[in-house]
């Protein structure tokens, strides 16, 4: 069965580097992928969309690149600021109108 | 403003018992979604709809029914059969446009005592 993997362990970084998820998927090559941002006790909020012939996309701080090869989407925030710490989650179609997620990364970013 | 509403925000009930979760969205969406998240964990399939009258089971459909007779409404049920039933439970919707981005409620929290 189709598979998400996102790392489970927390990402601690410093106000204004770049933060820098992955997501890994087996079992499936999917038409895209979307990254959502969760806060504590809040529903995701979707952030991005990257088709599979896309390498890459851009939305102001945020950029996201897929490959299709590695089976793997990377997610940046430049210029991260404490704000932007949340959970990050990706997901991907997987036939039809059904969605999975991955567990998602939390990020924490210092001031 | 158009969004998704759920309803009750907390709910906690008795072993044995069911309950239902409501979930109203007003975006004309055709496609519902129940999610179930646990702590430290993603979000997991129950069931979605893609029009009215019709639903599908998702990954972990055991003990929950749902229903969708009206396009804008689609409640869930965790019934006791559900042996785990406390958890974060995520209403979704969105459009039949091939890429379409879901739209999330802010969730129901439900607590078996």
């Known amino acids: 069965s189709q598979k998400i993997e996102q790392n489970s362990e927390a990402l601690n970084i410093q106000e204004g580097k770049t933060a820098t998820l992955t997501c890994n998927y087996t079992n499936y090559s999917p038409a895209y992928l979307q990254w959502y941002r969760q806060d504590p006790g809040r529903g995701p909020v979707f952030l991005l969309l990257?088709?599979?012939?896309?390498k890459e996309k851009r939305k102001e701080r945020l950029k996201v690149t897929f490959d299709t090869t590695l089976k793997q989407s990377l997610f940046h925030i430049t210029a991260s600021q404490p704000a932007d710490s949340a959970t990050y989650l990706c997901?991907?179609?997987?036939?039809?109108?059904?969605?999975?997620f991955g567990a998602g990364t939390r990020l924490f970013v210092k001031a | 403003d158009g969004g998704i509403t759920q309803s009750p925000k907390y709910l906690f009930r008795k072993e044995g018992q069911n309950v239902t979760l409501s979930c109203e969205q007003n975006l004309n969406h055709d496609a519902m979604y129940w999610y179930r998240q646990d702590p430290g964990q993603g979000l997991r399939l129950i069931y979605y709809?893609?029009?009215?009258?019709?639903?599908q089971k998702g990954d972990i459909a055991e003990g929950y029914s749902v229903s969708r007779e009206k396009k804008e409404s689609f409640p869930l049920t965790v019934t006791s059969a559900q042996k785990n039933p406390t958890a974060f439970y995520l209403c979704?919707?969105?459009?039949?446009?091939?890429?379409?981005?879901?739209?999330f409620g802010e969730g129901s929290r439900l607590t078996v005592l």
């Open positions: 979704a919707s969105r459009t039949n446009a091939n890429t379409g981005e879901l739209f």
């Open positions: 990257i088709r599979e012939n896309e």
């Open positions: 997901a991907l179609p997987t036939g039809g109108f059904k969605t999975i």
């Open positions: 709809s893609q029009i009215v009258n019709d639903f």
